[in-house]
């Protein structure tokens, strides 16, 4: 019977719930999670100290861009479509401050678009037409991949190059296939993490600054 117990027991605290729903404190993975806080921690410090002057320099091209009456296109896979969504939104809507909606598109969003692309042609085109349709001169685009090596991104970059666009990576590693495909009036914003999780967690406190730099650019405190 009490062995029995024990298995029963056993059983509850590896789902993390133990008898009556009493928690069951596992040190492995309080552990764990202790170890992520702490390695983001590291991340975002040595992406703070190298990182800071590409940040400025892309902010006040997206400012520069926009104050010509210029807009920016955002695309991404997986979570970096996701960001590249929250970046859009930020502009569109707003990030702290009370200002008017500023031109942003998200080209990760329309989903007959992207799959009719995908279907007639390639998953890898599906930025890069979006972008000779919308895409002008002056206009910038903001290209996340954390690996670098998302073809579809790489070919949304030579698409907008073709189009007098400027490109602004968010990326992550070595920069991948994506970083020579950058010219010299681009800016690379690469983390210094090869961890996919951490990568995305700068990439977020980027495009805040990223916001932050826009706002206070176009719109300075009296």
Same mark, same amino acid.
């Given at each position: 019977?009490?062995?029995?117990?024990?298995? &029963?027991?056993?059983?509850s605290?590896?789902?993390?719930?133990?008898? %009556?729903?009493?928690?069951?404190?596992?040190? !492995?993975?309080?552990?764990?999670?202790?170890?992520?806080?702490?390695?983001?921690m590291?991340?975002?410090?040595? $992406?703070? !100290?190298?990182?800071?002057?590409?940040?400025?320099?892309?902010?006040?091209?997206?400012?520069?861009?926009?104050?010509? &009456?210029?807009?920016?296109? %955002?695309?991404? !896979?997986?979570?970096?479509a996701?960001?590249?969504?929250?970046?859009?939104?930020? =502009?569109?809507?707003?990030?702290?401050?009370?200002?008017?909606?500023?031109?942003?598109?998200?080209?990760?969003?329309?989903s007959?678009?992207?799959t009719?692309?995908? &279907?007639?042609?390639?998953?890898?085109?599906?930025y890069?037409k979006?972008?000779?349709? =919308?895409?002008?001169?002056?206009?910038?685009?903001l $290209?996340?991949s954390? %690996?670098? !090596?998302?073809? &579809?991104?790489?070919?949304?970059?030579?698409?907008?190059?073709?189009?007098?666009?400027?490109?602004?990576? =968010?990326?992550?590693?070595?920069?991948?296939?994506?970083?020579?495909?950058l010219?010299?009036?681009?800016?690379?914003?690469?983390?210094?993490?090869?961890?996919?999780?951490?990568?995305?967690?700068?990439? =977020?406190?980027?495009?805040?600054?990223?916001?932050?730099?826009?706002?206070? %650019?176009?719109?300075?405190?009296?």
């Open positions: 019977m009490r062995l029995h117990l024990r298995l &029963n027991l056993a059983r605290c590896a789902s993390g719930r133990g008898p %009556s729903g009493v928690y069951c404190f596992d040190m !492995n993975i309080a552990n764990r999670i202790t170890a992520h806080f702490s390695e983001s590291a991340v975002k410090q040595a $992406a703070m !100290n190298q990182l800071v002057p590409a940040i400025e320099r892309a902010g006040l091209t997206m400012a520069e861009c926009l104050r010509d &009456n210029h807009k920016i296109l %955002s695309c991404g !896979n997986g979570g970096s996701a960001d590249a969504q929250h970046f859009s939104s930020e =502009l569109l809507n707003r990030f702290e401050m009370e200002r008017p909606p500023l031109p942003a598109i998200a080209l990760t969003t329309d007959s678009t992207l009719s692309i995908a &279907n007639d042609y390639s998953y890898d085109d599906i890069a979006q972008i000779k349709a =919308l895409g002008q001169i002056g206009d910038v685009l $290209a996340i954390t %690996s670098g !090596n998302s073809a &579809n991104i790489v070919r949304a970059i030579d698409a907008a190059q073709d189009r007098g666009m400027l490109v602004i990576a =968010l990326t992550g590693h070595d920069g991948g296939e994506l970083a020579p495909a010219v010299d009036a681009d800016t690379e914003i690469r983390v210094p993490s090869e961890r996919t999780a951490r990568i995305q967690e700068v990439h =977020l406190l980027i495009i805040h600054c990223l916001c932050d730099v826009i706002d206070r %650019s176009l719109f300075p405190a009296d």
